[in-house]
């Protein structure tokens, strides 16, 4: 893809041509069919339900907080099941699936997926659009307490003595992620990369479920891992390690999680695309504002959800981290955010780093047309519709599709409209 063409979002803002650009027959007849002002005057959602995936991981509030609120209900759609999933490869089997098939329709999910579904990179190609963000931060490395001593943190580069040390006595390198391509695996990779560590050659990097990665710690499984909270907040509480770093740190209020749906649960229920949508945002809404945090850390730390205690997820959604190592931060910028810093907005240019950094790995082809991929999965168009539908102040609906240039705590620099030299500016990579 020439990268001239990515400037258009950089100029316009908005992807206009995303019906040229490859978008399925289907979805773009219904993106036709429902304009902004379509849902008020329709009778409400096709179906009274849906049935939708999540993790237990934290980031999943959203989902849960919109059926336990009712919110679901509020716009129609009673009936919908919040079902949780034993892993991320276990969410994309059952999206695979769908709920004819005995699967789920949408999830919760690692903002990769959707795309690596869509493209038919990790199992049968399963169209995906993504309608939301979930949030941003609020992910981390956690390590552990052997390199206490190399006082790891943003730095990755300290560990580099006590890795050397290790693999001159034989000792194989081992650290874990959730699942190959998603957010994890790229924030550890990022992490490492920057401090001069090669993910794929330096160490072994291994898939684990997130609630898993304590326990996995425990049986020294693995000496760091990435994955969202509760979970390194649980590894500092009982003792077996600390968290490096918080990928709010690396990234500051870098998108995380989304909600998709299948693209073609989609194009077959528009409207109730748009309820669901809309319970979701109103949920992010909800979550976001401190004085819910108590009854939220207790609803989804429940034992139908996270199954943890309710300290294990307040304090850091509240920003206090007590990192392990001797450090706190108290009130940090770096949090986890459901709606402030326009964490609900599926932003076109975050979509085009992922796919980005998927081919710095070589887990895309470099030949992919990155805008019309983009123009594929992302519908930020049904998130318009949804956040007007939940009566979200204008002032709070991003104008454009882009949040411009991003910059990471390395001094690395991404533009939107020029991947090619985003990825030339990079040291270690796999192209």
Not at 74 to 81: A, R
Not at 220 to 227: I, K, P, Q, S
């Given at each position: 893809m020439a990268d001239d063409d990515?400037?258009?979002?950089?100029?316009?803002g908005l992807f206009k041509a995303a019906g040229a650009l490859g978008t399925v027959a289907a979805i773009e007849a219904t993106r036709q069919a429902l304009p902004g002002a379509a849902f008020a005057a329709a009778a409400g959602p096709e179906v009274k339900g849906a049935r939708l995936g999540f993790i237990a991981l934290t980031d999943a509030a959203p989902l849960i907080m919109a059926k336990e609120l009712g919110l679901f209900a509020?716009?129609?759609?009673?009936?919908?099941?919040v079902a949780k999933q034993a892993s991320w490869g276990a969410t994309r089997d059952n999206l695979v699936l769908g709920s004819d098939g005995g699967g789920i329709d949408g999830a919760h999910i690692l903002t990769p997926m959707p795309y690596l579904l869509t493209l038919g990179t990790i199992g049968k190609a399963t169209p995906m659009s993504i309608l939301a963000?979930?949030?941003?931060?609020?992910?981390?490395?956690?390590?552990?307490?052997?390199?206490?001593?190399?006082?790891?943190?943003l730095d990755s580069a300290k560990m580099k003595g006590i890795i050397a040390k290790r693999k001159a006595a034989g000792n194989k390198i081992t650290m874990a992620m959730t699942f190959p391509g998603g957010t994890h695996d790229l924030w550890i990779r990022y992490w490492l990369a920057a401090g001069g560590i090669d993910p794929d050659k330096d160490l072994e990097l291994i898939t684990i479920p997130p609630p898993q990665m304590v326990a996995n710690m425990r049986a020294?499984?693995?000496?760091?891992?990435?994955?969202g909270e509760p979970w390194n907040d649980q590894l500092v509480a009982q003792n077996l390690g600390y968290t490096a770093v918080s990928t709010g740190q690396l990234w500051m209020n870098h998108p995380e999680k989304s909600f998709a749906m299948r693209s073609d649960w989609v194009a077959a229920h528009p409207r109730a695309a748009v309820a669901l949508t809309a319970a979701i945002i109103e949920a992010q809404r909800w979550c976001d504002n401190p004085a819910n945090i108590a009854r939220m850390a207790s609803a989804i730390g429940g034992r139908d959800y996270l199954k943890v205690p309710v300290t294990d997820i307040a304090d850091r959604l509240a920003g206090n981290f007590t990192m392990g190592d001797g450090r706190v931060f108290k009130n940090a910028p770096f949090k986890m955010k459901f709606w402030a810093s326009n964490a609900s907005f599926p932003f076109k240019s975050h979509d085009v780093w992922f796919l980005t950094e998927e081919q710095r790995w070589g887990k895309l082809p470099m030949t992919l047309n990155r805008m019309a991929t983009v123009g594929k999965v992302n519908r930020a168009d049904i998130w318009r519709q949804a956040a007007a539908l939940a009566k979200v102040p204008p002032a709070q609906i991003p104008k454009v599709d882009s949040r411009g240039i991003e910059k990471f705590f390395d001094g690395k620099v991404f533009n939107p409209a020029n991947p090619a030299a985003y990825l030339a500016s990079l040291g270690i990579k796999r192209v």
């Open positions: 990515m400037k258009a979002i950089g100029r316009r509020k716009y129609g759609m009673p009936d919908v099941v963000r979930l949030n941003v931060n609020g992910q981390a490395i956690s390590v552990e307490k052997e390199y206490l001593t190399a006082k790891a943190d020294n499984t693995m000496e760091a891992f990435c994955v």
